[in-house]
T-cell receptor, first 114, second 108 residues
Framework: KAGVTQTPRYLIKTRGQQVTLSCSPI?????VSWYQQTPGQGLQFLFE???????NKGNFPGRFSGRQFSNSRSEMNVSTLELGDSALYLC?????????????FGPGTRLTVL | KNEVEQSPQNLTAQEGEFITINCSYS?????LHWLQQHPGGGIVSLFM???GKKKHGRLIATINIQEKHSSLHITASHPRDSAVYIC??????????FGTGTSLTVIP
């Protein structure tokens, strides 16, 4: 089976712009979770989608949003980008809801905000 | 104060040594993951635990929910084990809390 794929792998944006990141889970997986990783804060949980519904959400402002499609692919959107949004954004998929199942991580999207 | 504390934060070991990495929590948890992140950034999920002990190859993970503590043991360590190890914990509200990670370097 193909692993979790994320596109794009690298992205450069400027402050105030918006960005959409994509995650394709492993075939058959219905849960997709998103994480932000920065040197200062480490890994932080953004949100989880299962069967097109947001199941859990971390402590991030409303500028961060996401959705999941019927084929389980997920997108994450960040509006009005700030310099502090520069980070590695990781998604992980699992068969069941991610909190109780082994998660498989994608390679990440490296976002740089200038 | 972080809800999750990992120790040690940095660890250097000689090849072949037995290694232990610890996670302690200040909140009640219902489950925990152990993740391994290599220098290139790729993350691998090693274990998901809600009780007891799990073993996979040279890796052993244990958890004690009541004591709010989990350990990851690596037997016969190898340079390819060099990575950052992270222990996301799941609290009853279904939020994940992350430790800062333990950076392990195994020297040949």
């Amino acid at each position: 089976k193909a692993g979790v794929t994320q596109t794009p792998r690298y992205l450069i944006k400027t402050r105030g712009q918006q960005v959409t990141l994509s995650c394709s889970p492993i075939s058959g997986h219905r849960s997709v979770s998103w994480y932000q990783q920065t040197p200062g804060q480490g890994l932080q949980f953004l949100f989880e989608y299962f069967s097109e519904t947001q199941r859990n959400k971390g402590n991030f402002p409303g500028r961060f949003s996401g959705r999941q499609f019927s084929n389980s692919r997920s997108e994450m959107n960040v509006s009005t980008l700030e310099l502090g949004d520069s980070a590695l954004y990781l998604c992980a998929s699992s068969l069941a809801e991610g909190s109780t199942d082994t998660q498989y991580f994608g390679p990440g999207t490296r976002l740089t905000v200038l | 104060k972080n809800e999750v504390e990992q120790s040690p934060q940095n660890l250097t070991a000689q090849e072949g040594e037995f290694i232990t990495i610890n996670c302690s929590y200040s909140v009640g948890i219902s489950a925990l993951h152990w993740l391994q992140q290599h220098p290139g950034g790729g993350i691998v999920s090693l274990f998901m635990l809600s009780s007891g002990k799990k073993k996979h190859g040279r890796l052993i993970a244990t958890i004690n929910i009541q004591e709010k503590h989990s350990s990851l043991h690596i037997t016969a360590s190898h340079p390819r084990d060099s990575a950052v190890y992270i222990c996301p914990s799941l609290v009853p509200s279904n939020q994940f809390y992350f430790g800062t990670g333990t950076s392990l370097t195994v020297i040949p």
